[in-house]
């Protein structure tokens, strides 16, 4: 039976990609940053200025985790390891060799293997940390055993690439990782590799999994709202997560040997010249991605991820670890006279008070910049967030429970079930400007500490 959830929004941009793969971009540099992972706080690096690395070569480890080790998405050289306060690693960037040599892993049949086989694997291989552990969204405690494993097989955020192209020939390796992934279960437990997707899909095709399908606007295609509507997560359980970019880096592991980093980007937004897919390297350079494909005398934003939850970068920035696009929108670096409030049907906006003619055509692709048409001020409720929140949580009042400092508060609210994502519509809507995400993830970081 499909789950159709009614709440959500659908931010409707200029800019979606064609489905076409224009070609495999290989970057001279990339760039590990460990700042892309949360709660890494005390990241020890393993290698030094000068050192010739693999693909698969550990770079760096948590000291918390240092079972869990990062590894090189490229062979090549390390040339700078750039540090922040107490010396704090921010990145580790590398030259690329012209053809990747990989450290070599035994090809494997998952079937065949113990769980403590599959794990010490996918843990010295580097493609552990496509794993994460819920709540809180960390990269797992190897010592840690999850009650499920979730992942979602569709985007649904805005201008998010279409999953059923980029992976349609890649069930093979697919079936492979959750072949790895179904020996991680305690036996007792009777664990399950849970899928999200839609009602027509390839991934229903993948064997060995419990599927549920969904339908409804964004934030349908969200793990954590998939999560919450089949097994939601009670105080003291721990679930995984993962993509289907996971899972084929685990299935090109077992099948092929080897950590394998390449992934199918989408290039969109609606200052790119040509939106459309790539093949790329994690943590790649954006540089030549976006040369000589935006549209010319503009002022853009070049964004890792998408627009609601990306991270700004510079021309020649990095790719997130995580991230599956770039979006580039125009900068909104503009003041303008009562623009909040003015007549437009061009503006997006979830209120019929504050967008005025948008709503008649509310599925009509407009161009969105990065102007907040305001600025921060008192936390007004108004109701709208519960309207954006397909799940049974008041995120208003979990908010307030965080900036109240209310533990249990915000244990009762509901903080376990959320990250980041599944609140990132409250602040794309918020009249107050209130940065819902960080204020989450310092709700999330106060339990964690106490």
């Known amino acids: 039976m499909v789950k159709r959830l009614k709440k959500g929004y659908d931010i409707a941009l200029i800019g979606k990609p064609a489905e076409k793969i224009a070609g495999s971009i290989h970057s001279?540099?990339?760039?590990?940053?460990?700042t892309d992972f949360k709660g890494i706080s005390r990241p020890k690096v393993l290698v030094n200025e000068g050192d010739i690395v693999k693909a698969g070569t550990p770079i760096f480890v948590d000291k918390r985790n240092e079972k869990a080790v990062f590894t090189s998405p490229v062979s090549g050289e390390v040339v700078a390891i750039i540090r922040g306060e107490k010396r704090v690693p921010l990145e580790i960037k590398i030259l690329a060799d012209k053809t990747t040599e990989y450290v070599v892993f035994p090809q494997q049949n998952p079937s065949s293997l113990s769980s403590e086989q599959i794990k010490n694997t996918l843990l010295e291989s580097g493609v552990w940390i496509n794993l994460l552990e819920r709540p809180f969204g960390l990269v797992p405690n190897p010592e840690n055993t999850p009650k499920n494993i979730f992942i979602s097989c569709f985007d649904?955020?805005?201008?998010?690439?279409?999953?059923?192209?980029?992976?349609k020939d890649e069930l093979k390796y697919l079936q492979t990782g959750i072949d790895a992934l179904s020996k991680l279960f305690n036996p007792s437990q009777k664990g399950k590799v849970v899928l999200g997707t839609k009602e027509k899909s390839i991934f229903k095709n993948l064997k060995g999994v419990e599927t549920h399908e969904f339908s409804g606007p964004h934030p349908a295609g969200n793990v954590g709202v998939q999560i919450h509507h089949t097994y939601p997560i009670n105080k003291g359980e721990i679930v995984w997560t993962t993509t289907p970019y996971g899972l084929q880096q685990i299935?090109?592991?077992?099948?092929?040997?080897?950590?394998?980093?390449?992934?199918v980007i989408a290039l969109a937004g609606s200052e790119v010249k040509t939106p459309q897919y790539y093949e790329v390297t994690a943590q790649t350079c954006i540089n030549k991605l976006v040369e000589g494909n935006i549209k010319p005398e503009k002022n853009v934003r070049y964004i890792s991820g998408?627009?609601?939850?990306?991270?700004k970068l510079a021309k020649d920035g990095y790719l997130g670890y995580y991230a599956n696009m770039i979006t580039v929108i125009p900068e909104g670096n503009y003041y303008e006279f009562f623009g909040?409030?003015?007549?437009?049907?061009?503006k997006i906006s979830f209120s019929r008070a504050l967008g005025l003619f948008s709503f008649l055509t509310p599925k009509k692709a407009r161009v969105a910049d990065t102007n907040m048409h305001g600025e921060e001020r008192a936390f007004v409720q108004t109701g709208e967030f519960e309207k954006v929140v397909p799940m049974d949580i008041l995120p208003a009042f979990l908010l307030k429970a965080i900036v109240a400092n209310d533990?249990?508060?915000m244990e009762d609210l509901g903080i376990y079930e959320v990250l980041e994502e599944d609140f990132a519509l409250c602040e794309f809507i918020d009249v107050s400007k209130i940065e819902v995400q960080s204020l989450l993830r310092e709700g999330m970081n106060a339990l964690m500490e106490s």
Do not use: M
């Open 28 to 34: 001279d540099t990339y760039c590990f940053k460990p």
């Open 156 to 167: 649904t955020s805005p201008l998010a690439p279409d999953y059923e192209f980029i992976f």
């Open 251 to 263: 299935g090109r592991l077992f099948l092929d040997g080897k950590y394998d980093a390449r992934k």
């Open 306 to 311: 998408n627009v609601l939850t990306g991270e």
């Open 340 to 346: 909040w409030i003015a007549p437009s049907a061009n």
């Open 407 to 409: 533990y249990e508060g």
